[in-house]
Nanobody, 123 residues
Framework: QVQLVESGGGLVQAGGSLRLSCVVSGNIFSINRMQWYRQAQGVQRELVATLIGGGRPTYADSVKDRFTIYRDNAKKTVYLRMDSLKPEDTGVYYC?????????????????WGQGTQVTVSS
């Protein structure tokens, strides 16, 4: 049983900042990949940020240098810091993680999604 609970969304003026949180619960051995997606009305879902293991984070060109993805391993929480927000950033933001349930080398990986949190940026 794996659950993702997202929070931190809301209404903010252009140029402002928000921090989204994604708390992962369940009997998980390891979180191998963390990602944030977003989806605006009438627009295809967009990959915003990715963090894999101890690697460097990657970002969509539209948010690079403004957004930061990071994690707190002890709290099993994934964050997305959003600065210099623009109206174009408005949408529902989703956290997704890829996890394993054992330490064996051939253990399978499984993906889970949160329910999303609304971010609205006004001009």
């Amino acid at each position: 049983q794996v659950q993702l609970v997202e929070s931190g969304g809301g209404l903010v003026q252009a140029g402002g900042s928000l921090r989204l949180s994604c708390v992962v619960s369940g009997n998980i051995f390891s979180i191998n990949r963390m990602q944030w997606y977003r989806q605006a009305q009438g627009v295809q879902r967009e990959l915003v940020a990715t963090l894999i293991g101890g690697g460097r984070p990657t970002y969509a060109d539209s948010v690079k240098d403004r957004f930061t993805i990071y994690r707190d391993n002890a709290k099993k929480t994934v964050y997305l810091r959003m600065d210099s927000l623009k109206p174009e950033d408005t949408g529902v933001y989703y956290c997704t993680v890829r996890v394993t349930f054992s330490s064996t080398w051939d253990a399978g990986e499984y993906d889970y999604w949160g329910q999303g949190t609304q971010v609205t940026v006004s001009s």
